[in-house]
């Protein structure tokens, strides 16, 4: 009987020695915090501090920080109408149309019976006839280059030299 007992807690040491060293270690805990996916919960006061700030960006003409504090004021309280309006007019001064067109939708769904929907609406339509089918227009970058500018002496590439510092804008063109 006790050469059973030994023989099985023999066994039962091994298997676990064998089991352990098969485990991969634990990966630790990143270390830059940056890097870490940020969770949002509903904080309606977090949204209203990154509302303030963008707003703030907005009236700087720092349209791009505004519309990611906006962004983020809704994550924070997916139900204010107020950061999606505001969101849209930032998206619509940086040209971009479709998520322009999204935060305006959100906003009269979020909120249909404001006073600002009349509005609202007619800017819309405006986007949408801006850019029909629903795409948003290409970014000025992806556009051929202009007549005026010829390849680049060095590379071959499109968009050369250009016009030298100092020329009236309506001789650059």
Same mark, same amino acid.
Request: charged share 30%; aromatic share 8%.
């Given at each position: 009987?006790?050469?059973?007992?030994?023989?099985?807690?023999?066994?039962?040491?091994?298997?676990?020695?064998?089991?352990?060293?098969?485990?991969?270690?634990? +990966?630790?805990?990143?270390?830059?915090?940056?890097?870490?996916?940020? +969770? &949002?919960?509903?904080?309606?006061?977090?949204?209203? @501090?990154?509302? @303030?700030?963008?707003?703030?960006?907005?009236?700087?003409?720092? &349209?791009?920080?505004?519309?990611?504090r906006f962004l983020e004021a809704t994550r924070w309280n997916p139900g &204010?109408?107020?950061? &999606?309006?505001?969101?849209? +007019?930032?998206? +619509?001064?940086? @040209?971009?149309?479709?998520?322009?067109?999204?935060?305006?939708?959100?906003?009269?769904?979020?909120?249909?019976?404001? @006073?600002?929907?009349?509005?609202?609406r007619r800017r819309l339509q405006r986007l949408e006839r801006a850019s029909?089918?629903?795409?948003?227009?290409?970014?000025? $970058?992806?556009?051929?280059? $202009?007549?005026?500018?010829?390849?680049?002496? *060095?590379?071959?590439?499109?968009?050369?030299?250009?016009?030298? *510092?100092?020329?009236?804008?309506?001789? *650059?063109?």
């Amino acid at each position: 009987m006790t050469r059973l007992l030994r023989l099985a807690l023999a066994w039962g040491l091994g298997a676990a020695a064998l089991a352990a060293q098969q485990q991969k270690p634990a +990966e630790p805990k990143e270390e830059d915090e940056s890097l870490i996916p940020k +969770e &949002y919960a509903f904080n309606p006061l977090q949204a209203e @501090k990154e509302f @303030k700030v963008g707003a703030f960006y907005f009236r700087k003409g720092s &349209y791009r920080a505004a519309a990611g504090r906006f962004l983020e004021a809704t994550r924070w309280n997916p139900g &204010y109408a107020e950061a &999606y309006l505001r969101l849209a +007019e930032a998206q +619509e001064k940086l @040209k971009d149309a479709k998520a322009a067109r999204q935060a305006y939708a959100k906003f009269l769904e979020l909120a249909p019976d404001d @006073k600002r929907g009349a509005e609202v609406r007619r800017r819309l339509q405006r986007l949408e006839r801006a850019s029909p089918g629903g795409a948003a227009s290409p970014p000025a $970058s992806a556009e051929s280059p $202009s007549p005026s500018r010829g390849t680049s002496p *060095r590379t071959g590439a499109p968009g050369g030299p250009g016009p030298a *510092r100092g020329t009236p804008p309506a001789a *650059r063109e």
